[in-house]
């Protein structure tokens, strides 16, 4: 029985991921209402995935090892996939004549800083470093799991959680750290969140799933009103 209902519990997890991955395909597409509306949950929706598999044993210091060993990697690979994609687009225009060797050397330098830099968004004050896409995901859920981690062993884990959360949400709007780190002080609310659906497993039941599918409809009813 018990098996059977963690089999269960992982399905749903399973398809919360399978969710979550058809909605990053549709807020890239030509569409700002679906845009509008997957941007609202997506993201949150990972980092409470994320949150739901963190092992809670050990001390942070060692999880945040397994995790910069785990995610750093495929940031690193990405990063540099997109500065030779850079490059060759350039290196090709230089060929046709469209562009200069200075372009493609300028290019390849804003795509370095952007990954030295792993910002999110492209409001980085006072640096003004372009986004590096995407894979901001990956450093924010470093410094997420870790935070939510240390909170863990904390008194009052929640509280942690809040503060730190209005502390990267408040200092982003005066000065946008390296590495995503406000972005992952920020998350941590929704990784602790999935740390307590996983004391809670019963909210997996397939009614209460299909309760939330039904909220999520409503609220974006009520916002496109």
Known sequence: MDNAGQHQRLEYIDIAKGIGIIC????????????????????????????????????????????VRALLPPYLL?????????????FIQILRGKKELFDLVYDACKWIYAA??????????????????AIWFLLASIVSNYLVAKALQTKYPAIFI????????????IVWLPWSI???????????????????KHIFQKKNVCYFCRCLCFMDYRGNE
């Open 24 to 67: 990053v395909i549709l807020g890239h597409m030509d569409n700002d209402s679906i845009k509008q509306f997957v941007f609202s949950f997506h993201m949150p929706l990972f980092f409470m995935i994320s949150g739901f598999f963190l092992s809670t044993k050990g001390k942070p210091r060692e999880l945040l090892r397994k995790r």
């Open 78 to 90: 990405t990063s540099i996939a997109l500065i030779a994609m850079s490059c060759l687009k350039n």
């Open 116 to 133: 030295l830099y792993g910002a999110g968004t492209n409001f980085t004050d006072p640096f003004r470093i372009i986004s590096i896409g």
């Open 162 to 173: 809040i503060v730190t959360a209005i502390i990267g949400y408040g200092t982003s709007k």
């Open 182 to 200: 406000q972005a992952g002080m920020t998350a941590s609310v929704f990784v602790y969140m999935g740390t307590l659906l996983k004391k809670n």
